[in-house]
C-alpha cells in the first residue's frame, strides 16, 4: 500500500464490478473512484476473520465516518456503487457501457487542471505508513489465529469443500500444539 501512498501523479478508479478486499481499500486511498452501476465494494475482513488492511483502519472512519466504516469492516455491508457514492466512497456512478470514456475524460480535465495527488480525506503520508505497518502486522499475525483457522473452516464447509475444510479443521484444533513453535 506503500506504493500508492507514495505515487506522485493523481491516481484514477474505473470500479466496473465487484471490487473485494484491497481493490477496495486501495482504491479509497487513490484521487478518485469512477463507478459503474454494476460495481460493488466488499471487505469481508471480519467474515474472514481477518483485521483491516490498507489503513482502512483509520481512513474509512475518516472518509465515511464511524458508523459507515463499522458497517463496512465489522458487518460486512456490500454497497452498490449507487451507494458508495451516496456515503461518499465512490466519485461518481455512470452506466456500465459508459465507464471507461467517463474515466477518460476526467483524466485528462485533470491533466488539464494540473491536478496534484492527494488522499482523499488529506491525511499525512507518513502517518499512514504507520498504520499500514501497524495493519499488515497484525494480518501477518491474523492468518495464524484461531479465529481466522476456524473463518476458513466454516467457510469451506458451507461450500461444500469438504477435503479443503478439513484440513482448516486439523490445522486449527492442533494449533494448541504447533503454535508453541512460533
Known amino acids: 500500500f506503500d506504493a500508492f501512498l507514495d505515487f506522485p501523479k493523481p491516481i484514477l478508479i474505473a470500479a466496473n464490478g465487484p471490487a473485494i478486499g484491497a481493490s477496495v481499500t486501495t482504491a479509497t486511498l487513490c484521487d478518485g473512484i469512477i463507478a459503474s452501476e454494476k460495481a460493488t465494494f466488499n471487505v469481508p475482513f471480519a467474515a474472514l476473520g481477518i483485521p483491516p488492511e490498507g489503513c482502512s483502519s483509520v481512513h474509512f472512519e475518516r472518509l465515511l465516518g464511524p458508523q459507515i466504516a463499522s458497517r463496512l469492516l465489522d458487518e460486512g455491508w456490500k454497497p452498490t456503487g449507487a451507494e458508495?457514492?451516496?456515503i461518499g466512497m465512490v466519485t461518481e456512478v455512470v452506466p456500465h457501457d459508459r465507464l471507461m470514456a467517463r474515466a477518460q475524460e476526467v483524466g485528462e480535465a485533470w491533466v488539464k487542471e494540473g491536478k496534484k495527488r492527494g488522499i482523499p480525506?488529506?491525511?499525512?503520508?507518513?502517518?499512514?505508513?504507520a498504520v499500514n505497518a501497524r495493519?499488515?502486522?497484525?494480518?501477518?499475525d491474523a492468518f495464524l489465529s484461531y479465529k481466522f483457522l476456524n473463518a476458513q473452516y466454516k467457510f469451506l464447509k458451507s461450500k461444500g469443500k469438504t477435503s479443503n475444510a478439513a484440513?482448516?479443521?486439523f490445522v486449527k484444533t492442533s494449533r494448541p500444539f504447533w503454535s508453541r513453535m512460533l
Open 167 to 169: 484440513v482448516f479443521w
Open 84 to 86: 458508495a457514492a451516496e
Open 121 to 129: 480525506t488529506g491525511a499525512d503520508v507518513e502517518e499512514y505508513k
Open 135 to 140: 495493519e499488515s502486522k497484525e494480518l501477518a
